[in-house]
């Protein structure tokens, strides 16, 4: 069973700055305080500019901000990626995120949930299939759960979810991470 104070880790899925995911995790971690369960936002806005050359391969370990960003992974068991489609996928900037973390053990037998955004109505449904196959290749276990967020600028107001639906799906999948 999953220790429950230990914190959720929700990661933004972009680098973009004031992003739409940031603003969705954000909500999340509202909807997990709700249910007493901690959580901590990793942001990949905080991912240093030239981490896939200073943090990834032969320099695995020697950029201490990129250090600092996979420390928070390696205390948790639990995640929640809020992904946004870009080009009909997830952002490049998560798979090289991904890239750069220790394999197998970053995610091996970790669980996770996955949210998916776009401004079409398919809320990243083909993003989220693609991250879960990686998923699976490194050993993590998803919820069958996804949430996607079609056209999520004409359901989302300053701070909160407006869509009713998008609201019931957030609070079910959190609900089953927690006891997941």
């Keep these: 069973m999953t220790d429950s104070k230990n914190p959720i880790v929700l990661i933004v899925g972009t680098n973009r700055p004031n992003s739409m995911s940031a603003k969705v995790a954000s909500y999340y971690q509202q909807v997990l305080q709700q249910h007493g369960q901690p959580s901590i ?3 990949l806005v905080h991912l240093p500019a030239d981490f896939t050359v200073t943090a990834l391969y032969d320099n695995t370990g020697k950029n201490e901000a990129f250090n600092v960003l996979k420390s928070l992974l390696e205390h948790t068991d639990r995640f929640v990626f809020i992904v ?3 080009n ?3 952002p490049g900037v998560l798979k090289a ?3 750069g973390l220790p394999y197998p053990n970053s995610f091996s ?3 996770a949930a996955l949210v998916g955004l776009s401004s079409n109505t398919q809320g990243a449904s083909i993003a989220l299939s693609h991250l879960n196959d990686v998923f699976s290749y490194l050993g993590m276990n998803t919820l069958a759960l996804r949430v996607k967020l079609g056209q999520i600028r004409l359901h989302f107001s300053e701070t909160e979810v407006t869509n009713p639906l998008y609201r019931e799906m957030i609070e079910l999948q ?3 991470l927690i006891g997941f």
Excluded: C, M, T, V
């Design 41 to 43: 936002i990793l942001d």
């Design 84 to 86: 946004p489609e870009y």
């Design 109 to 111: 037998n970790k669980k």
């Design 174 to 176: 959190a609900e089953q």
């Design 88 to 90: 009909g996928s997830y």
């Design 97 to 99: 995120f991904i890239d």
